[in-house]
């Protein structure tokens, strides 16, 4: 049985899969981020669950709300895909920044 098969009564596959592709890219960022501080000698915890707190679960959530809202009324996949792409932006740009600082890319 496919992703597809099992979500597609459920849930529209644009909207899942546009969500775990944003959320795949804000955890690259966090796993970039964390080895950044871990090589750098910088590394603490408490600052990763900060984040969590402070970053990955708002963000992921309203993406999430964001989603079942869109499946719910299909008028809202405009703001879904709107947050979206917002968040690809976001972290799109502190990831770039951050392999930058590493001059892993120009």
Same mark, same amino acid.
């Given at each position: 049985?496919?992703?597809?098969?099992?979500?597609?009564?459920?849930?529209?596959?644009?909207?899942?899969?546009?969500?775990?592709?944003?959320?795949?890219?804000?955890?690259?960022?966090? %796993?970039?981020?964390? =080895?950044? +501080?871990? #090589?750098?000698? @910088?590394?603490? *915890?408490?600052?990763?669950?900060?984040?969590?707190?402070?970053?990955?679960?708002?963000?992921?959530?309203?993406? %999430?709300?964001?989603? =079942?809202? +869109?499946? #719910?009324?299909? @008028?809202?996949? *405009?703001?879904?895909?709107?947050?979206?792409?917002?968040?690809?932006?976001?972290?799109?740009?502190?990831?770039?920044?951050?392999?930058?600082?590493?001059?892993?890319?120009?």
């Amino acid at each position: 049985m496919t992703t597809e098969e099992v979500f597609a009564p459920y849930f529209d596959p644009q909207i899942v899969y546009t969500f775990l592709g944003v959320l795949v890219l804000i955890l690259l960022n966090t %796993a970039v981020g964390i =080895l950044r +501080a871990i #090589v750098d000698g @910088e590394f603490e *915890a408490d600052h990763v669950t900060d984040y969590m707190r402070k970053h990955i679960l708002p963000d992921g959530g309203t993406l %999430a709300l964001f989603g =079942l809202a +869109a499946t #719910v009324a299909p @008028e809202a996949k *405009a703001l879904f895909f709107a947050a979206t792409a917002t968040a690809v932006v976001k972290y799109g740009d502190k990831l770039r920044d951050k392999l930058q600082k590493q001059s892993l890319i120009e």
